[in-house]
Nanobody
């Protein structure tokens, strides 16, 4: 059974930083592409960033590019999202995502609130 558990969200002032973590279990983590999505209040869920298994190549949405960094530690089955220069419009529930064992799997989400 695939399980994704996010942590690291919280309240931060504009311009601040947070690092989100997602610990995965039930999958062969090093070969899996991992992604972060977010769902702002009242809006649809949107893709933020992805990191490939194996090559660890990364991709970012336009809103994340230059401010967010996705990374992974295969020894810890963990994917990270370092978020710098946070803006109020980054306020959202952030979700970890992967496809494994033929199924789409999501974490429970972690709330990020950017406000002064």
């Amino acid at each position: 059974q695939v399980q994704l558990v996010e942590s690291g969200g919280g309240l931060v002032q504009p311009g601040g930083s947070l690092r989100l973590s997602c610990v995965a279990s039930g999958i062969i983590f090093p070969i899996r592409t991992m992604a972060w999505y977010r769902q702002p209040p009242g809006k649809q869920r949107e893709w933020v960033a992805s990191i490939d298994g194996g090559s660890s190549s990364t991709m970012y949405s336009d809103s994340a590019k230059g401010r967010f960094t996705i990374s992974r530690d295969n020894a810890k089955n963990t994917v990270y999202l370092q978020m710098n220069g946070l803006k109020p419009e980054d306020t959202a529930v952030y979700y970890c995502y992967t496809v494994a064992n033929g199924r789409h799997s999501w974490g429970q989400g972690t709330q990020v609130t950017v406000s002064s």
